[in-house]
């Protein structure tokens, strides 16, 4: 009994620490079995142990109730702005809506419309391709270059436009050496200013009496020769003004050029010794004045801002879009803009007004088109090559014209070089003698008009006014648009006038030099 008993005793303790025990009698439990087992007796705890154990689960609870109190402290504490959170979440998900204005309006602020940018490009490819199709599909392949030496040269062993353009040099050579002859003080300013008169005179003479006289020189190669030589009178004027200031300051014994003639030193605006620094009457040589003959340039300086070396890709690149886009203009001005012209003929002939209107507005797309290629061709790729071969630094050939508000901004912008000459040798010495801004820009677009008509009459070989005209339009549509029309209206009118008043002029010299040529229309 007593075995039975001791054997019953620690199995009854057993089961009772297991119920009321939990984790820590279930393993005092199996290690008692263990021992029990073994037939050896478990190890006593000490005293000391039970009592650390007692403390340590006191404070452990003593840690978690006031854990505990202070988590619920807190959350009394935070309980209004939970609640805050929880009305305001809850009124967020009931309301949708805010005070806010549509993206079109201009309210709004928004501005981010290259989406509707990179549309407006693909409908205008979209549409102009089956423009292009529906031509192809009509006339067929019009594209000849053998036609376009044709329009150069009536015979092949005649170069009438060449020789015109090699006999320029004699009027470059008359104004280098009459300025010599002016700073050693060999002949007087007075004579000097007849003699550069009487030579930019003939510059503008000569090759309009050559282009008409002489029966083998064709349109394009006239229209060729008197641009050259245009360009050449804007640039021996600025070269004699230019050097009669810089006489002027000798003269009053002045010891270095001022700004406005005369770039700073090579160290601040070159950047190598490379190209030295040039004073008056230095600057007096051949090599200077031929520089200045084919830099992209109009206005005359001692010494130009000059590039520190020629970047042969950029040179390349530039070469490679001045052949592309000459035979893309060529191309579409044969496909495409010459049978458009052939059509409009009969209309104006009859002057069918509808018709005229549908003429014109059919030939303003690729006439438009023609001339924004142009623009790229002459004032991006050709001037940028020149410039790139010569080193010639200042790029500035064209500004954001696209943007312009106004007429007179546009006039400002697109041209820079015919800008920056009329603003220094023409413009500002108007004003300078007294005459009030409006004339003086009215004088400006007088000269204009003047070698527009004189660009055009002349190697068609008729005199008409169109081109005249159309330059002094710009006169009161400039006042008009600057007095009624302001931001998008503006540039919107800037464009009408550019895509439309171009075709007209255009209309109205092919018709005329039908009838005068080919005494039909037809």
Not at 14 to 38: F, P
Not at 216 to 227: A, D, N, R
Not at 243 to 257: G, P, T, V
Request: charged share 15%; with cysteine.
């Amino acid at each position: 009994m007593s075995d039975r008993a001791e054997m019953r005793g620690p199995v009854s303790r057993r089961r009772r620490t297991t119920i009321s025990g939990g984790g820590a009698a279930a393993a005092k439990q199996a290690n008692g079995s263990k021992w029990h087992d073994a037939g050896e007796k478990p190890p006593q705890c000490s005293a000391k142990a039970k009592t650390n154990e007692v403390s340590r689960h006191a404070s452990v609870n003593g840690k978690v109730d006031g854990e505990m109190g202070k988590s619920e402290q807190l959350q009394l504490r935070d309980s209004p702005k939970k609640q805050r959170s929880v009305v305001e979440d809850f009124n967020e998900r009931l309301s949708c809506h805010v005070l806010q204005e549509s993206l079109l309006s201009s309210a709004s602020g928004y501005n981010n419309y290259r989406g509707i940018l990179n549309w407006c490009v693909v409908m205008l490819v979209l549409s102009n391709a089956r423009l292009f199709l529906e031509n192809i599909i009509k006339y067929g392949i019009l594209v000849d270059p053998i036609q376009v030496v044709s329009l150069f040269l009536k015979d092949p062993y005649s170069w009438p436009s060449a020789c015109l353009i090699i006999v320029s040099n004699v009027f470059i050579l008359a104004a280098l050496y009459t300025e010599r002859r002016l700073a050693v003080g060999t002949i007087s300013q007075m004579t000097g200013l007849i003699l550069h008169i009487f030579n930019l005179t003939s510059l503008l003479i000569f090759p309009a009496a050559t282009v008409l006289t002489v029966t083998s020189v064709t349109p394009v190669g006239g229209v060729l020769s008197l641009v050259i030589y245009t360009v050449l009178f804007l640039k021996l004027y600025s070269y004699q003004d230019t050097n009669r200031w810089c006489r002027e300051i000798r003269q009053a014994k002045a010891k270095r050029l001022t700004r406005s003639y005369s770039c700073p030193s090579v160290a601040q605006s070159n950047g190598s010794a490379v190209h030295p620094h040039v004073s008056y009457p230095g600057n007096l040589t051949h090599r200077d004045m031929y520089y200045f003959v084919f830099a992209p340039t109009l206005c005359y300086q001692l010494n130009f801002p000059r590039s520190p070396r020629i970047r042969k890709r950029f040179l390349i690149r530039r070469l490679f879009e001045m052949l592309f886009f000459m035979q893309l203009l060529v191309g579409l001005i044969q496909q495409w803009m010459v049978p458009t012209i052939q059509n409009s003929m009969k209309p104006f002939q009859e002057m069918d007004f509808s018709r005229m209107v549908e003429r014109l507005l059919k030939l303003a797309v690729p006439n438009h088109l023609i001339w924004l290629i142009f623009f790229y061709w002459f004032f991006h790729s050709s001037m940028n090559f020149v410039a790139e071969l010569l080193q010639f630094g200042d790029r500035e050939f064209y500004k954001d014209w696209w943007n312009s508000e106004s007429v007179t901004y546009f006039w400002a912008n697109w041209n820079i070089p015919v800008h920056k000459w009329c603003l220094r040798h023409f413009y500002k010495p108007v004003l300078r003698k007294g005459v009030n801004k409006f004339l003086a820009q009215t004088a400006v677009f007088l000269m204009s008009a003047f070698f527009h008509e004189y660009l055009v009459s002349v190697p068609l070989k008729m005199l008409r006014p169109w081109a005249f005209m159309g330059m002094m339009t710009q006169v009161p549509l400039a006042w008009f648009v600057g007095r009624f029309l302001n931001g998008n209206y503006g540039n919107a009118a800037v464009w009408i006038s550019l895509i439309i008043g171009q075709p007209v002029a255009v209309l109205m010299y092919v018709h005329d030099y039908y009838v005068i040529h080919h005494g039909t229309t037809t």
